[in-house]
């Protein structure tokens, strides 16, 4: 590996726990990343002609902390604040180390004051080391306007003049919800676009439980963190099967489960049992680990345990309600009831104004109606639901069953 790459696997490593640091101690995020990249563009300068140093992580804290100081020191602006920087600076080890500001640091990426997607390109630029190209790629857009948005946000926090600290005890339960919101928010955009040519974007699903694993590190006590760790291993195992040699997608009953990735069925599997171990009441994303568990746990679709699956559902909706938890419980009902329960409530959801232009609901009641032998009606869901798709591949699929309802494939 030549220098260059070395640093940039060394920032990929570090950066999120430099930014925390200069984030605590000048209390300004945007200010804290530039004084990093700097860093890391020294890195990149002297590395190759003098050698990778012992502790790469220790020499950009250095170098960081040495421009930090004299940025302080030209700007001058009030003595207070210098002194108080300063003194900071000097003390790194102050407010709780380095697990504690990187903390800080995942709860202002994640702060309720920036809109969703603002919060989810700024954890992984900030917590994830993304470039904003990297970011801009994963989101398909173009980086001016990912570059646009971070900045946006960074200004937003300094306006907001939101503090680099943990939340206050009462504070923390809203908040982390918040910080799991972005996180499952950004491996659902790799688990199933929502724009785009491709079924599955890995690498941004593979950031996106990245960000799980290190929250989990640092709130061990925590069961829904060890939920959505849970929950996006296992969804994630299932990746190399999901699609075709052609990149079409392959539904969960057609999948070929000697596909499925074991080592990271096994690790989601071992944070559900955290997650329950935890003694702490369960939430929604533990109770959907433990639906996508009875996935994986079946050798093949026939055998999948369609009874627990609806029985998490009903937990589902008591603590999540949503008429797409709705939905997939009717899912569920189709296999374990029958087609007439799963449409009984797919009625009831296709009521839900939120569900006008949701086309999956479409997909799977025409999928309902075409094992009731109601064909010309399973056509017309499935059409319309092809026209809601977001994607050309979802369109394209959508179009063929209904082409197949039709003529009676």
């Known amino acids: 590996m030549d220098a260059r790459r070395t640093v940039e696997a060394v920032w990929r490593i570090e950066s999120a726990r430099l930014v925390a640091f200069l984030a605590r101690v ?28 012992r502790n790469p992580g220790a020499w950009l804290t250095t170098t960081a902390r040495r421009r930090a100081i004299d940025l302080i020191r030209r700007e001058r602006v009030r003595d207070q604040k210098y002194a108080r920087l300063a003194a900071g600076l000097l003390a790194p080890e102050a407010g709780g180390g380095a697990d504690a500001e990187l903390l800080s640091l995942v709860f202002v990426a994640c702060h309720p004051v920036l809109p969703r997607e603002s919060r989810a390109a700024l954890a992984l630029r900030l917590v994830g080391g993304l470039s904003t190209e990297e970011i801009a790629r994963a989101f398909l857009v173009s980086g001016a306007t990912m570059g646009q948005r971070i900045s946006r946000a960074k200004r937003t926090l300094a306006e907001a003049q939101v503090p680099f600290r943990m939340p206050a005890d009462g504070e923390l339960p809203a908040r982390l919800s918040a910080v799991l919101e972005v996180i499952y928010l950004i491996f659902n955009e790799g688990y199933s676009g929502t724009s785009g040519e491709t079924w599955v974007r890995g ?3 593979e950031e996106a439980l990245r960000l799980g694993r290190i929250l989990a590190g640092l709130l061990p006590r925590e069961p829904e963190v060890h939920g959505l760790v849970a929950l996006m291993a296992l969804q994630a195992s299932r990746f190399r099967a ?27 599997l071992a944070c559900l049992a955290r997650a329950r171990g935890t003694g702490g009441p369960l939430g929604p994303y533990t109770v959907q680990a433990a639906i996508a568990a009875c996935h994986a746990r079946a050798p093949r679709f026939e055998e999948t345990d369609w009874e627990a699956i609806v029985a998490l559902y009903d937990a589902l909706a008591q603590l999540a309600p949503s008429p797409v938890v709705e939905l997939n419980r009717a899912v569920a009902l189709l296999h374990a009831d029958g087609p007439e329960a799963a449409l009984l409530v797919l009625d009831a959801v296709g009521a839900d104004p939120r569900m006008a232009r949701h086309h999956l609901l479409g997909a799977v009641r025409g999928d309902v109606l075409l094992r009731l032998g109601r064909r010309a009606e399973a056509a017309e869901e499935l059409e319309r639901a092809a026209a809601l798709a977001p994607t050309t591949r979802e369109r394209t699929l959508l179009m063929e069953r209904a082409a197949a309802a039709i003529s009676g494939g």
């Open 203 to 205: 690498e941004l699903a």
């Open 26 to 53: 000048v209390q300004d995020v945007g200010l804290a990343e530039e004084i990093a990249q700097e860093a890391f563009a020294a890195a990149l300068e002297q590395w190759p002609e003098q050698g990778v140093p």
């Open 242 to 268: 999901r699609t075709g040699p052609d990149g079409e997608l392959v539904l969960l009953q057609d999948q070929d489960r000697s596909r499925w990735d074991r080592t990271l069925m096994a690790h989601g």
